[in-house]
């Protein structure tokens, strides 16, 4: 076997491996428009980088048909792509979304590394106590009515820490819904106040057939990107994420 072909060989079975795991952060950890918006495209090409690319070159450099001790060394190569994936890995599940909040009149996104084992800890509902698996679940935050409470929200405000940042305070969505309902705008509502991300929700609803009446919208902020959330009218309940333009704010 030339080397050419065993480089070949190794990238193949490199791609295969990394397109699984990206498929699983897609579907599982990073869904829909949150994939961009919370830094995974960054986190894939580290990920892609190690494990395709660097693996079959090593290879092409290395390989010798016949050469003595070339079996141990594929087999150290391909043990150190598979400890450079799992650790790469590693830091995508640590980073990825875990709740998405309602804080006042917006979205806000807590990644698993955000968030602080000990304020999880203090959260009143279980689903709230530990960072989920399975992908992003929302939450709506509440302004606590305890002046004392009140006082340090708006103390670790100036810290950078906000509502999303303590969970104690989080209810369920379904017991939070009026609040959202409240707060939400229609989509000529979201063209006036973010016309960028506006516009691609005015696409998506062209691509969808959907009519701009039968949606609200909220913003959701996440450390790279801004997304809309869609709304139900009626329920609140979430319909999609639609990813805009960086807006400040």
Known sequence: MSRWRAAGLHLGISATIAVAAVALMLAVWYPGALFEAAGGSALLFILVGVDVVLGPL??????????????????????????????????????????????????????????????????????????????????????PTDPAEHNQVVLAAMRGLDLQDFPKYWVPYADGRSLVRAKALTVAGLREADPQTAAAVDAYLRSSGTRPEDVRCLLLRTRFDWLAVLLDPVSAAPLRLVLGAAVGG
Do not use: C, N
Request: proline share 6%.
């Open 58 to 143: 090593m290879t092409l450099i290395i390989f010798r048909s016949g050469k003595w001790g070339l079996r141990f060394d594929l087999a150290a190569i391909g043990t150190v792509q598979l400890l450079a994936l799992a650790y790469g890995a590693h830091v995508v599940f640590l980073a990825r979304p875990a709740f998405i909040v309602f804080v006042v009149d917006r979205f806000e996104l807590a990644t698993a590394a955000d968030l602080d084992p000990r304020e999880l800890a203090k959260a009143k509902y279980p689903q709230f106590r530990s960072a989920p698996w399975t992908g992003p679940k929302f939450a709506v935050a509440r302004m």
